[in-house]
């Protein structure tokens, strides 16, 4: 059984930054995409980032473009998503997701493996 467990995140004020870690258990990581969403209480799942294998394509959605980085460590089995100049507007659960199977990444159907999730809090 897949597992991807989350951490980093916490409360931050607008402006600051946090980094986020995902670790997977998948031991074939390095062959697939990986990618992070949030969910705000009441709203759906929306698509942040994700990289590809190898890390040679990254994909951003448009708000968080310019502030916030997805990469990859291969060796480590983990995806980190460094988020900069944080606002209320970021604030969410934050979840990993391991392999896409869709053509669409920013389809949470596209997504086979899923963690937890870890909570960002931002204070204006």
């Known amino acids: 059984q897949v597992q991807l467990v989350e951490s980093g995140g916490g409360l931050v004020q607008a402006g600051d930054s946090l980094k986020l870690s995902c670790t997977s258990s998948i031991r074939t990581f390095s062959r697939y995409t990986m990618g992070w969403f949030r969910e705000i209480s009441g709203r759906g799942r929306e698509a942040v980032a994700a990289?590809?294998?190898?890390?040679?394509?990254?994909y951003y959605t448009d708000s968080v473009k310019g502030r916030f980085t997805i990469s990859r460590s291969d060796s480590k089995t983990t995806v980190y998503l460094q988020m900069n100049s944080l606002t209320p507007n970021d604030a969410a659960l934050y979840y990993c997701a391991a392999v896409v199977v869709g053509s669409d990444w920013k389809d949470q159907g596209s997504w086979r493996h899923w963690g937890q999730g870890t909570q960002v809090t931002v204070s204006s």
């Open positions: 990289i590809t294998w190898g890390g040679e394509f990254t």
